[in-house]
């Protein structure tokens, strides 16, 4: 079966997942992403590449920075923006997720930009589009469940490339809750796949998945082992909200533990830098010294997050 | 179209015949000069749509008398068919190092053809403010103009094939060549 996040010609029309994506579309991405960087600098901070096309923000979870971004992304490509916070009330009415869609779509919907706590649902409105031949209508998944979290993915990997040049060579660490994590599976696919020697997962055996191995990673339960020699170290927020059971004894246990203080990072390289995906727990996974410190490059993310997602919207759209 | 013999009054570019074949790059680019200079203000700002247009921009702001600081600009953001044929592959990050508003502009491109990508990186330019005006000059014209756009200083004018696109390359040495390419119509032209 063809990858359905590519059409006919192998360009990417729906972004789905950085899992089985090809290098070549993942650097291209990259590279669009550069010149939408300096947008944000410029007196008039738009584009009008997609003017007059609408992009509907389907957020069946919550999320305030994500959406925020895929809203700005959107307004500087000039794309008129919708959102819709659904949450649990369309449910309730009884209307199936496909039947919303097709609503949306009868409103002269252009773009969805989905999150869904159910991993899969935008991979299921992708293929819904696909199979009714509507395959001018795009989806961007902006986090599905525990499965991806693609352009998070992509907006790590630009800024690696941006402080580091190049993937061949480095030692990546990624850090804490990769059990809860769709933002550490698309970086693990994205780093593999752009053909990064060494990605580590570091974090207690409860906040691993089982076979975490089988990604392609180093499995590390001690956080100082796990730092040593590294170029990047991404520590992810710890996601009470989703454990369920006693995977920790606490927070302030955790941060003993895998709390990324000054005196750690030392072990990483000099020059070394510190990622977040946020929003961040200060003094549960990551010291405030650590966090607004030289090294963290946690800021940049943001900016360049909306960089990338203009890239993706502009390139879909336009497949 | 009567991109050939038929420009506006007051336009500095040559009324010369088209010739057919393919100009010697280095002579279109001396009569490019020649054309430019004491007709270009002291303080233009030379703005190069990538790539060809660039690596002149830099080349006449060496050889034309002034102080004429170099930007580049990639239109691909403001393309009239992206609808039709999508983002294209490489596109490189505008550059302009300078203030836009109240700027003398002259931008530059290597071939002057239907006048699309002029219009669009003329659009661009406004979002970094209102210049006090724009000039453009162009190593080739080949008439074929689909919007009412004329080039001030021009270095040859030439007939070619519609199926044909004319490129201009840069060898490692610097050195400039014109040549043509059949376009096939690539999604991504």
Known sequence: MRNPQLNANGELTHLLTLEGLPAEVIRRILDTAVPFTSIGERDVKKVPLLRGRSVFNLFFENSTRTRTTFEIAAKRLSADVINLNIGASSTTKGETLLDTVDNLVAMNADMFVVRHSQSGAPHLIAAHLNRTGRTHVHVVNAGDGRHAHPTQGLLDLFTIRHYKKDFTGLTVAIVGDILHSRVARSLIHGLTTMGTPEVRVVGPQTLLPTAVESLGVRVCHDLRAGLVGCDVVVMLRLQNERMKGALLPSAGEFFKHYGLTPEKLALAKPDAIVMHPGPMNRGVEIDSAVADGDHAVILPQVTFGIAVRMAVMSMVAGN | ?189
Do not use: C
Request: net charge negative; charged share 25%.
């Open chain 2, 1 to 189: 179209m009567n991109g050939f013999n038929g420009n506006a009054d007051g336009l500095r570019g040559a009324q010369r015949e088209a010739v057919a074949g393919l100009p010697d790059a280095g002579t279109a680019l001396a009569e490019l000069i020649e054309r430019m200079k004491g007709a270009v203000a002291f303080d233009a700002k030379f703005v190069g749509i990538y790539s060809g247009g660039a690596w002149l921009a830099e080349r006449l702001a060496e050889a034309i008398p002034g102080n004429h600081p170099v930007g580049y600009i990639d239109a691909s953001f403001y393309r009239d068919d992206y609808a039709r044929k999508g983002l294209k592959p490489e596109v490189h990050a505008t550059r302009l190092p300078f203030e836009i508003e109240g700027a003398t502009i002259v931008l530059v491109d290597d071939v002057l053809y239907t006048g699309r990508s002029v219009r669009a990186a003329i659009n661009e330019l406004f979002d970094y403010g209102r210049p006090a005006s724009i000039e453009l000059a162009v190593l080739v014209d080949r008439g074929g103009r689909e919007l009412p756009i004329e080039a001030t200083y021009v270095g040859a004018r030439l007939v070619v094939a519609r199926e044909l696109s004319v490129v201009l390359s840069r060898a490692a040495d610097g050195t400039l060549a014109l040549a043509t390419e059949t376009s096939s119509e690539p999604r991504h032209a």
